[in-house]
């Protein structure tokens, strides 16, 4: 049967460059030309007169942009603030924590490098310990799943942190539940939401957790360094400012000390965090929801193409459930950054290869600006590239 696919949006929307074949929309995202318009606008308004921007404008036009953005996200205005990446935002609650030695953080084999670093580095110097609870290939259920992640808590729990839409294995993992017997406990849970909000629908009334932090201008196409990180009210008190200012210790408090401390940092350029409305307003004037199914349904295909290529089995079952525009699919040996180089220079196809317990991995993003013949350039290069012993036949 015929697949035909149509990208929702012309990829002229966006500022990409059109020689390449970009199918890692996942790293840092790409951001349409509305919306990019938009940012330099702010840029301009703060440059005009910065004093008046950043020294009598700043809390009216911050508080603005957390509205628009706690409406989206299903959460209170007073209960997010901007941070410039979804790892900023979570250093921001791991280094606030008062562990104790032999206090237990409990995670995951799947979440992403430098967030395993921050744990690691917190560990080192609290002497808490943390715990890589093994999730194994392929997911099945989510009732599996969560029964298998919660089997590593232990008296000493005192966190649970796990991806929402993980890094290196793309799967979207049923965060909720976690946060809601997390919170039966008493243990705190801290959910990596960086490539949620646009990619999949965020409302966190529902997932319930403690605190959670998601990037912006990947998949929700805000300019590069807007992300937020959300506190819920009770937990508030355990935050501290990673970069102490005039918000500490504030001489015009407002009513949230978590927004005085976290929202001014010191002198920035907050003209990203500003356009997040308008990055909102591009996705519902382009019915969102439709666009991501039927980049889901690129992504499926791709699932499905690689797979038969390979011959190896896929990491999930098909489901929205489990992956919707990004989704890894596992290689055959091969040396992985040779496989990325000859794909960029050869084919001009940007795509990640990762190594990921000692497999390697090619994950690949569908983005509204992504065609069938982005998708099937890629299934050629693997044809070409893939040692032909380790391929069930010529890709057709």
Known sequence: MTFSYQAPLPKELFLLDPEIVFLNHGSFGATPRPVFENYQWWQRELERQPVEFLGRRFNDLMREARA??????????????????????????????????????????????????????????????????????????????????????????????????????????????????????????????????????????????????????????CPKGSAFLYARPEMQSLIEPLVVSWGYESEKPSASRFIDEQEWTGTRDIAAYLTTPAAIRFCVEHHWDDVRAKCHSLAQYAREQIGALTNLPPLSPDSTDWYMQMVTLPLPPCDAAKLKTRLYDEFRIEAPIIVWQDQPFIRVSIQAYNSLTDVEKLFGALDRILPESDKVSSFR
């Open 68 to 221: 628009a953005l706690g409406a989206y996200i299903h959460a209170n205005a007073n209960d997010v603030v901007y941070v410039p990446n979804a790892t900023t935002g979570l250093n921001i609650v791991a280094r606030s924590l008062r562990l104790n030695p032999g206090d237990e953080i409990l995670t995951t084999d799947h979440e992403y490098g430098a967030l395993d670093r921050t744990w690691r580095f917190v560990c080192r110097k609290t002497g808490a310990v943390n715990k890589q609870q093994p999730i194994p290939l392929p997911v099945t259920t989510a009732d599996d799943f969560v029964e298998r992640f919660w089997s590593g808590v232990t008296a000493h729990t005192r966190v649970v942190f796990l991806s929402h839409i993980t890094s290196p294995t793309a799967l979207v993992f049923p965060v909720e539940e976690i946060c809601r017997r997390a919170r039966a406990a008493g243990i705190i849970s801290i959910i990596d939401g960086a490539h949620v909000v646009g990619q999949i629908p965020l409302d966190l009334e529902e997932i319930g957790a403690d605190f959670y932090s998601s990037n912006l201008h990947k998949w929700m196409g």
